[in-house]
C-alpha cells in the first residue's frame, strides 16, 4: 500500500490550500482514513479522521475551517483548508487504515502559513 500526498505549499494567513493523497495497492472504500500533521520537536496530531461511511471527526482548533473528504472511485483523500493560521504550519501526512489492522503513511507534505 503506497500514499502519495500533494498539495502543499507556502500561503498567507487567511489563505487556503487543498491536499490529496493518492492510495494505490488498496481500495480505500472500506478503510478508515486521516490526516495529521507534525511539527519539529512536538508529536505527531491527528487533524481530521473520516470512516468508510464518511463520519467525520476534526480537532477543535480546525473545526469550521478544514474538510475531510473521500473519493471511492478516485481511491484518494482530500483536505480542504480555509482561513489558516500560522500555527497551522506543519508537515501534514495522510493515513490509512486498512481493515481494522495495518497502517500506512504518505511521505508528508509541508504546509507553511507566512505573511
Known amino acids: 500500500v503506497q500514499l502519495v500526498e500533494a498539495g502543499g505549499g507556502t500561503v498567507q494567513p487567511g489563505g487556503s490550500l487543498r491536499l490529496s493523497c493518492r492510495v494505490s495497492?488498496?481500495?480505500?472504500?472500506?478503510?478508515?482514513l486521516a490526516w495529521y500533521r507534525q511539527v519539529p520537536g512536538k508529536a505527531r496530531e491527528t487533524v481530521a479522521t473520516?470512516?468508510?461511511?464518511?463520519?467525520?471527526t476534526y480537532r477543535d482548533s480546525v473545526k469550521g475551517r478544514f474538510t475531510i473528504s473521500r473519493d471511492n472511485a478516485e481511491n484518494a483523500i482530500y483536505l480542504q483548508m480555509d482561513s489558516l493560521k500560522a500555527e497551522d504550519t506543519a508537515v501534514y501526512y495522510c493515513?490509512?487504515?486498512?481493515?481494522?489492522?495495518?497502517?500506512?503513511w504518505g511521505q508528508g507534505t509541508q504546509v507553511t502559513v507566512s505573511s
Open positions: 493515513f490509512c487504515y486498512v481493515d481494522g489492522a495495518s497502517q500506512y
Open positions: 495497492g488498496t481500495t480505500i472504500s472500506r478503510h478508515a
Open positions: 473520516i470512516t468508510s461511511s464518511e463520519s467525520s
